[in-house]
């Protein structure tokens, strides 16, 4: 069962406009969300999960419970923030992490 | 600040060869993981390892698959005998009880030919 679903492979935007790459998710249960971030040639780093409701580098996610989604939202794009997105999910003891297939987004200048 | 690490960062083997791929997790983490993602696709959960045993395994860790810690800082991932389709990319993962927050290794680039 697909469990996490990233139906964007790409996303471009302009510099300075809003983006949403969109994640849904399949779990019973109340599942631990997470968004996971890979820069050109770095590796694999968390940048938020829904239990801190913090915003990293400008980002937020809200876990909508009825919707199912937890999508990545920042209102004003940077060049910088061009990278792989991979929205992830965990039951609640972490001994199992499912990931999305990833959106790459493009910030253009 | 502390990284994971995993060497080697390539390794080209023939099919049906051993291989053991290297992992050094956060020191005081507790939680160690093993990830596949095949070239154009997803990040796959293999294998979670917590109290010196496996925690958790996906049905893509059969019994070619296996993980040990040999000396408390290694985290292995063996494969028995490589098939073709084992090729890929493989991380390492772990995560501390403090912020639950997982820490990726570089990956080890694994070619089957």
């Known amino acids: 069962a697909q469990r996490v679903t990233q139906p964007e492979k790409l996303l471009s935007v302009f510099k300075g406009a809003p983006v949403e790459l969109k994640c849904n998710y399949s779990?019973?249960?109340?599942?631990?969300l997470f968004w996971y971030v890979q820069y050109s040639r770095q590796r694999l780093q968390l940048l938020l999960r829904?239990?801190s409701r913090e915003s990293i580098k400008g980002f937020t996610a809200d876990l909508n419970k009825g919707e199912t989604s937890f999508h990545l939202k920042k209102p004003f794009a940077q060049e910088e923030d061009s990278a792989m997105y991979y929205c992830?999910?965990?039951?609640?003891?972490?001994?199992?992490?499912?990931f999305g297939s990833g959106t790459k987004l493009n910030v253009k200048p | 600040e502390p990284e994971v690490t995993q060497t080697p960062s390539h390794q080209v083997t023939q099919m049906g060869q051993e291989v053991i791929l290297r992992c050094v997790p956060i020191?005081?983490?507790?939680?160690f993981y093993w990830y596949r993602q095949i070239l154009g696709q997803k990040v796959e959960f293999l294998v979670s390892?917590?109290?010196?045993?496996?925690?958790?395994k996906s049905e893509i860790f059969d019994d070619q698959f296996s993980v040990e810690r040999p000396d408390g800082s290694n985290f292995t991932l063996k494969i028995r005998s490589t098939k073709l389709e084992d090729s890929a990319m493989y991380f390492c993962?772990?995560?501390?009880?403090?912020?639950?927050?997982?820490?990726f290794g570089p990956g080890t680039r694994l070619t089957v030919t």
């Open positions: 829904h239990i």
């Open positions: 992830a999910l965990s039951p609640a003891h972490f001994n199992k992490f499912y």
């Open positions: 779990y019973s249960g109340s599942p631990e």
């Open positions: 020191s005081n983490h507790l939680y």
């Open positions: 993962a772990s995560l501390g009880l403090i912020t639950y927050e997982q820490y």
């Open positions: 390892f917590y109290n010196n045993e496996i925690s958790e």
